[in-house]
């Protein structure tokens, strides 16, 4: 049985979706975690999004597979402290596609950590959860509620001492587009999640409605669903469905993978 995560069921006069938004973004944030790489300067620059699944004994962080191949290249980590990085190492998984990326549609990235990276990380709060929580090919795509969670790289600040950075998490909602549209973009709604984009209609800190940054840097976010409206019993409940991994500023769309692929290189992985 697939597993997730409960929301508390606000108090009569409240806007449910708000409050989910809120609980949700306070959630996800222990599992997911921004991604640096070091720029000319010798400082951190914030490179992508991931989040810490756990499954057999093993964990792995994550990820776009665009993301991943940075780590690859150049090397990538993340702070196990406020003062303390971790490079990346372990087993890494990928989509294919690597020398032609920007047509890698399904761009999933999945390191298997080594034991000397694995969460907990409790000075940062962060921590791995339950491949359960994953819920694979949700269908149909409409008449659900969306919010992907991350890191954008305008928000992140890196201090004099060029040692400790500064990030702030963002929560994005919008509604699916129609699974009719779907082919017009290229995408089918088995394999991804796509989700219109309107950056009036983003959420900050303590669930704090604003204006959203541009989501460079929030590729390799989770995507979760709230609820679903044809649910009747409306439960205060959500699941990650999806992997954000692209954003197509021209036709204002963000989507992401499903991911039964993350689920599928997990299983292979083991």
């Known amino acids: 049985m ?7 069921v606000p108090e009569d006069g409240l806007d449910p979706l708000d409050a989910s938004i809120e609980q949700a973004t306070e959630v996800l ?4 975690i921004p991604l640096y790489q070091t720029d000319r300067e010798g ?5 992508g999004t991931g989040f810490f699944v756990k499954a057999g004994g093993k964990t792995f962080l994550v990820s776009a597979a665009h993301v991943m191949d940075t780590a690859k290249k150049h090397g990538l980590f993340f702070y196990a402290t406020p003062g303390k990085v971790r490079h990346l190492s372990g087993r890494l998984l990928r989509s294919r596609g690597e020398e032609d990326r920007e047509n890698d549609l399904i761009d999933i990235g999945i390191l298997e950590l080594s034991n000397e990276s694995v969460p907990p990380y409790p000075e940062v709060e962060k921590f791995a959860m339950d491949i359960s929580y994953l819920r694979p090919r949700f269908r149909p795509r409409t008449a ?3 919010i992907f969670i991350g890191f954008p790289a305008t928000k992140s600040e890196v201090s004099n001492q060029r040692r400790e950075v500064t990030v702030t998490a963002y929560a994005f909602r919008n ?4 699974e009719g549209s779907y082919a017009a973009h290229g995408l089918n709604p088995d ?3 796509a989700l219109k984009l309107d950056l009036n209609r983003g959420f900050g800190p303590g669930g704090i409605k604003r204006h959203f940054p541009k989501p460079q840097g929030m590729s390799g976010s989770p ?3 709230l609820f679903d409206e044809n649910d009747e019993s409306q439960s205060r409940v959500f699941s990650v469905v999806g992997v954000a991994t692209t954003y197509r500023k021209a036709s204002r769309l963000v989507f992401g993978t499903d991911v039964g692929y993350v689920i599928d290189a997990i299983e292979h992985a083991a």
């Open 2 to 8: 697939l597993g997730s995560i409960g929301l508390t």
């Open 29 to 32: 944030l222990k599992f997911s």
């Open 43 to 47: 400082r951190p620059s914030l490179n």
């Open 144 to 146: 659900k509620h969306y």
């Open 175 to 178: 509604e699916p587009i129609d």
């Open 191 to 193: 394999t991804h999640i």
């Open 223 to 225: 995507i979760i669903v």
